[in-house]
């Protein structure tokens, strides 16, 4: 009977070992509570400014933009099938940023040439039910590394879009 009582502790201390380790898995450095905080703190940029405009180009790399902090009204060209372009800037530090836009659009990121992989999209439901507001329609976490990075718009069937690009966390937290 001793035997079967230390054999029942033995199994029942493996499973809470086993369990704990599930249930205490560390989270990506772009939790969701990150995500959501960047995209609450872009909410008064979004909607009142402050405010720059750029005229996106039909080749890459486009106008380098000055994006801290700031939505950038971005003109877009005439393209096949619709308008896009391009604009490009250079983050302060490498690391995971937050796009974000007015709209649905069509975005690819780029750095050096190579697409950048869009690691998590955020729908327009998602950040109503999350942050309270239908100013953005859309957002994307992506790693930016060091260097000129550019971001690709369209095509889309607007000639304009309003975009935000943020840091993950950076002075949100």
Known sequence: MHL???LSVV?????????????TKVEEPHSHHKVFETLEHAVPHMTGGPVK???ATATSP??????EHTRLDVSLPATTGGYGGYIH?????????????????TVAFYNGGVELEIEQTITAKEIQDSVG???????WVFDAPAGDNVIKIGPVTVD???????????GHL
């Not at 199994?11 to 249930?23: E, R, T």
């Open 4 to 6: 079967i009582k230390k």
């Open 11 to 23: 199994c029942i201390v493996f499973i809470l070992m086993l369990g704990c380790n599930q249930s």
């Open 53 to 55: 405009d750029y005229t």
């Open 62 to 67: 486009g106008p380098k933009v000055g994006f």
């Open 89 to 105: 800037f250079v983050p302060d530090e490498a690391g995971e940023m937050v796009a974000m836009s007015n709209i649905p659009i």
């Open 133 to 139: 507001t239908s100013a953005i329609q859309q957002a």
């Open 160 to 170: 304009s879009v309003k975009i935000i690009v943020e840091e993950l966390g950076h």
